[in-house]
């Protein structure tokens, strides 16, 4: 049913066209240029505009037809109505193109449906990651719906520090996830703690079950591992300077305990030395006494 509020006929278009999930989750309607492989190209309209009286309202048909060869599972889709394009003002400035900014109005209305079969839930999952900017931290979480049923997942983070108190978030829940689709959940903690170190642990809940994932959640500012690193050489060389010291003191202490010890004299002993001459060649040593004459 479309309705028209205007004192005017109005002419708008309609079309039909695949559902698909967005990077984030959402549930959102291909582009008309699109290629639509499910429900979009098994919807037939009348015709590919109407015209819609003034204060009135118009009924819209249209024909599902889902292949014999359809696999079983959930699809989505849509009809999307359209205004004609409203042209806008064009404007210029000094130096710069022209620009006109043209406005165009949508409108959809979702088309769910089931082909009966066999049901399959899975949905699989990437790695768990996170990244820091400023005081804040962001965690992502890809998935990827891998069964032929819609699926809404909510997932759940907990963050253990052995140096703080563990942290509870919750990751943002999207609206569904359609079969094929792959999406990443994020969850922000806006107010990170100094120094972590410790884990992130994921719990991710679906019609599939219970999956849970963890990363290590660990970073130091770096200028504190700079002071650290000055720290480990400064007690590197204290070491090295502490080890050559002790060396070289028993070195000395070695060279000490090698050196000849003087004998020791007898009491009355004189310490000057006796000279003794040669018998042979040399006067004797004892002076001659005067002569009384």
């Not at 008309?32 to 048909?61: K, R, Y």
């Not at 891998?146 to 108190?165: D, F, R």
């Not at 020791?264 to 018998?279: K, T």
Request: charged share 15%; net charge negative; aromatic share 6%.
């Amino acid at each position: 049913m479309v309705s028209n509020h205007t004192d005017a006929a109005v002419t708008l278009f309609n079309y039909a066209v695949d559902g698909q999930s967005t990077a984030q989750g959402a549930f959102a309607l291909a582009a008309q240029a699109d290629a639509q492989s499910n429900v979009g190209s098994w919807v037939t309209l009348g015709a590919e505009a109407i015209t819609v009286p003034a204060n009135s309202d118009l009924s819209v048909p249209f024909r599902l037809n889902v292949p014999l060869t359809a696999t079983p599972g959930d699809y989505a889709g849509g009809i999307i109505i359209q205004s004609p394009p409203i042209q806008g003002e064009t404007t210029t400035s000094t130096g710069d193109a022209a620009l006109r900014l043209d406005v165009i109005q949508r409108q959809g209305v979702r088309i769910y449906l089931t082909v009966a079969g066999n049901a399959t839930t899975r949905l699989s999952h990437g790695g768990l990651n996170w990244e820091r900017s400023g005081d804040a931290v962001s965690f992502t979480l890809p998935i990827q719906n891998t069964g032929n049923t819609i699926l809404y997942p909510k997932a759940s983070l907990s963050l253990n520090s052995v140096i703080g108190a563990t942290t509870e978030l919750q990751f943002e829940t999207p609206e569904s996830i359609l079969p094929g689709a792959t999406l990443t959940l994020q969850a922000t903690l806006p107010q990170a703690a100094f120094i972590q170190l410790g884990s992130a642990d994921a719990t991710l809940v679906s019609e599939a079950g219970t999956e849970r994932m963890n990363t290590a959640f660990s970073y130091v500012p770096w200028w504190i591992i700079l002071i650290g690193l000055v720290l480990v050489l400064v007690l590197v060389f204290g070491a090295w300077r502490a080890a050559l010291f002790v060396r070289r003191a028993r070195l000395a202490l070695a060279q000490v305990a090698q050196m000849p010890r003087a004998e020791p004299r007898m009491a009355g002993e004189s310490a000057v030395p006796m000279v003794r001459g040669d018998s042979d060649n040399s006067e004797s040593a004892v002076p001659e006494r005067p002569s009384g004459r």
